[in-house]
């Protein structure tokens, strides 16, 4: 005969053991995935992917930060990554310097899937040399452009310029303040696909200016905790 002298605490004992084991045998959720940071201070390798270089953007050095410059023409980057891969939300940020003096429609940011689901961040130039900010979401059937041109900008100046998707509704900020939103559906994308710095994928609508970082978080950032 065994004679317990702490029977409760061979009791608890007992419990804790068969939480653990029960915990043992459940699955692990799986890490959720970091934040993209890609500095622009190269033009062959960005984060360690090798790009596809069209034409010869170059990179500057000012104040101690590397940028990649596009002439508006013939400069742009591709990737062959979708950094949205699986991503039910996400937030994209980039800072920016529009030159006054480009095209009057120009897309610097874009990622697309091998379904035909894309991201597009753009801008619109006015002739006295000041910006807006064009956010354009699409998924099968489903698109939302935001876009508004008396929203303003200065060009020649550095800007964050955000796009930010919650899983159900699509805004954009500039320098961390609110313009647009609206509600879209957008299906979480394939794996295989692209991403295209400087121009829109297809290689047309060339971005004049400079790019100095581009961050892609896999959740919707709450607005106070946006580049600005």
């Known amino acids: 005969m065994i004679i317990l002298r702490h029977p409760r605490r061979f009791i608890c004992a007992l419990a804790t053991l068969a ?14 995935p970091a934040s993209l940071i890609w500095p622009l201070d190269r033009t062959d390798v ?5 790009t596809t270089v069209l034409g ?17 023409a013939r400069d742009g980057l591709i990737l062959p990554v979708n950094p949205l891969f699986g991503l039910a939300q996400f937030t994209i940020e980039l800072l920016i310097r529009p030159d006054a003096h480009g095209p009057a429609e120009q897309r610097f940011f874009h990622i697309q ?26 998924s099968g059937k ?14 020649d100046e550095w800007h964050w310029v955000t796009l930010r998707y919650d899983g159900r509704k699509m805004s954009s900020f500039v320098d961390g303040r609110p313009e647009l939103s609206g509600e879209v559906a957008f299906a979480s994308t394939s794996l295989a696909g692209q ?3 400087g121009v829109r994928l297809n290689q047309v609508y060339w971005f004049k200016g ?5 961050r892609i978080h896999p959740l919707a950032l709450p607005p106070a905790q946006l580049a600005h």
Do not use: K, M, Y
């Not at 400079?210 to 581009?214: D, G, N, S, T, V």
């Open 142 to 155: 489903n698109s939302l452009p935001l876009l508004d041109r008396t929203l303003l900008h200065t060009a």
């Open 113 to 138: 899937d091998t379904d035909g689901s894309r991201c597009l961040l753009e801008i619109r130039l006015t002739p006295d040399g000041r910006w807006a900010l064009d956010t354009f979401l699409l």
């Open 56 to 72: 010869a953007p170059r990179v500057i050095h000012e104040n101690s930060h590397a940028a990649a410059v596009f002439d508006g």
């Open 19 to 32: 939480i653990q084991a029960a915990f043992a045998d459940s699955p692990v959720a799986p890490p959720r």
């Open 210 to 214: 400079a790019i100095r970082e581009i």
């Open 46 to 50: 960005i984060s360690g992917q090798p």
């Open 195 to 197: 991403t295209s710095i």
